[in-house]
């Protein structure tokens, strides 16, 4: 359902990271600009047939997105599978460890959303425990790393990269369990807050959490029966606290 000023009773808000608190989306399409721009060198170099930058792109998406569905986030997997599905294989794996460093570079620069700053600070002033559940990034990227870089890390109470020392990444309801424990609380009295209806709502409602979807582009049509409320803005929550 969507937000109508009614008071959510929770003790503990858990935040999704990427496209939640930071923005990750426009800086990862820019490393994968790179990518592109280095695997057609590659491909013209070592002497394979050409083929378009819309090509690898299109494979590399398909190849990301069953990956990632799958908890699959080493980098150096995606653009070795990209390449296996061009027909094209690499003689030197260190390539894609440097295609990797390369996409990171840019991939990295994560802004916060200033609604996520307000916001932050808002509920924790309020009392709230606050918590951040978010997936590994794989080999090549220390997930802790960038989370810690966020200007309200402070603020957080306990910050759990699932997918890492044994936990399974998001969407298994495991991951919520835990960080609610964590927190102090049982997932009945937590709310889950995050852009990915499946990664974040399905497994937050799946472990018995509340769920709100943050839906920025106020794209998302219909109400899944595991979206409790959806947000535009996250001071939004302002007013569901």
Known sequence: MSYDEKTINVKAVVFDYDDTLVEFKKFSLKGLEQYLRRISKYVEEEG??????????????????????EGIYDRNRWWEQTLEVLGIKVKDLDVLTEWTNLYWSFASINPPYDDAIESIEYIKNRGYKIGILTNSDG???????????FPMIKYIDYVLIAGEGGT????????????????????????VVGNDPIKDCKGGKEAGMKTVLVDRAKAMRGFPNYVDYIISDLRQLQDML
Do not use: T, W
Not at 55 to 63: G, I, Q, R, S, T
Not at 139 to 149: A, H, P
Not at 169 to 187: D, M, Q, S, T, V
């Open 139 to 149: 080999s090549g990227m220390d997930k802790r790393r960038r989370v810690n870089k």
């Open 168 to 191: 399974e990444p998001k969407p298994h309801p495991r991951a919520f369990i835990e960080i609610c424990y964590f927190l102090g609380f049982n997932p009945r009295e937590c709310l």
């Open 48 to 69: 394979f047939p050409q083929v378009s930058k819309d090509y690898v792109f299109k494979v590399l998406k398909e190849v990301a997105d069953q990956m990632d569905s």
